[in-house]
């Protein structure tokens, strides 16, 4: 069982940036890949991005590419999604995804834990 914790949400204007975090309870450098996914009432759950277990391999959506960067800090179990240049429609919940896969997936059917989700809203 993986238990992942997002943080790091609030309100911002637009173009303005936040940056989420979420720790997941496994030992460093453990073999899962971790991924971010944004949902909106009524939307289904769609894929923003994701990482590899060391770091070395990303995939983002078509839609926040340029603007969202993953990162990862495996001695702290956490990766971190910093995103800029923030629009309206960027406003979602935020939800951390782990997948114990080798490669990089962005299907949300393949992850196979869920964190809570962190509440995004951007203003325009």
């Known amino acids: 069982q993986v238990q992942l914790v997002e943080s790091g949400g609030g309100s911002v204007q637009a173009g303005g940036s936040l940056t989420l975090s979420c720790v997941a309870s496994v030992r460093p450098r453990t073999h899962i890949n971790l991924g971010w996914f944004r949902q909106t009432p009524g939307k289904e759950r769609e894929f923003v991005g994701a990482?590899?277990?060391?770091?070395?391999?990303?995939l983002y959506a078509d839609s926040v590419l340029g603007r969202f960067t993953i990162s990862r800090v495996n001695a702290k179990n956490t990766i971190y999604l910093q995103m800029n240049d923030l629009e309206p429609e960027d406003t979602a919940v935020y939800y951390c995804?782990?997948?114990?896969?080798?490669?990089?997936?962005?299907?949300?059917?393949?992850?196979?834990?869920w964190g809570q989700g962190t509440q995004v809203t951007v203003s325009s």
């Open positions: 995804a782990a997948d114990w896969y080798g490669i990089v997936r962005s299907r949300k059917e393949v992850y196979d834990y």
């Open positions: 990482i590899s277990w060391n770091g070395e391999s990303t």
